[in-house]
């Protein structure tokens, strides 16, 4: 198995809405990553996971929480967001210590109304 | 000045022509570089990985790393309309925290 999966593919939530986002890998990859990526933009660096545990957070806002319940799961609990945090969210993963070369998910496309 | 420069584009070129997509760069740390191809409403997929300077190929594929001159490059030879999509460059010094990714060439490939 050599994908990133996340579910679900597209979601549309209201800002006073609870949702969580999910990541799964089984390559045996222990460094794992959520992306923002905004229309005809690059992808940002939201938040890293090193071996289960948070490593990187982009001063993201607090209404993003991660979570890391395993090896293979990646989680990305949203409230209270906001109509601009619209976008594709990007799961990726990576042999831990390897330095880019990342495998990304097909991305979840958010709508916040 | 950004870190990573891109050139947005639109490029259209037709079928079988070489394409040349570049990136420059600031941070002289920088140290591994990599191109992502991008398909309309998908993740980013790693095309090319090369560690500090020199060429690299895959296929169709190469990449091409100058350090002194902070620049990067990948062609793309026998262009094909499957390969329209975006490509990213990105890269990275020692470690994850300054991976930093252009802002992606959007690439059409006219039958």
């Known amino acids: 198995d050599t994908e990133v999966t996340q579910t679900p593919k597209h979601l549309v939530m209201g800002m006073t809405n609870k949702k969580s986002l999910k990541c799964e890998q089984h390559?045996?990859?222990?460094?794992m990553y959520w992306y923002k990526q905004k229309a005809k933009k690059p992808p940002e660096l939201m938040f890293v996971y090193s071996y289960e545990k948070l490593s990187i957070n982009e001063s993201v806002p607090s209404r993003f929480s991660p979570e890391c319940p395993n090896s293979s799961l990646l989680n990305l609990h949203l409230h209270a967001l906001q109509p601009e945090d619209s976008a594709l969210y990007l799961c990726?993963?990576?042999?831990?210590?390897?330095?880019?070369?990342?495998?990304f998910g097909s991305g979840t496309r958010l709508t916040v109304v | 000045q950004k870190e990573v420069e891109q050139d947005p584009g639109p490029l259209s070129v037709p079928e079988g022509a070489i394409v040349s997509l570049n990136c420059t760069y600031s941070n002289s740390a920088f140290q591994y570089f990599m191109w992502y191809r991008q398909y309309s409403r998908k993740g980013p997929e790693l095309l090319m990985y090369t560690y500090s300077s020199g060429n690299k190929e895959d296929g169709r594929f190469t990449a091409q790393v100058d350090k002194s001159s902070k620049y990067i490059s990948l062609f793309i030879r026998d262009s094909q309309p499957s390969d329209s999509a975006t490509y990213l460059c990105?890269?990275?010094?020692?470690?994850?925290?300054?991976?930093?990714f252009g802002a992606g060439t959007r690439l059409t490939v006219k039958p």
């Open positions: 990105a890269m990275s010094s020692y470690n994850n925290n300054d991976m930093r």
């Open positions: 390559m045996g990859h222990r460094a």
């Open positions: 990726a993963s990576s042999q831990s210590g390897q330095v880019g070369g990342y495998t």
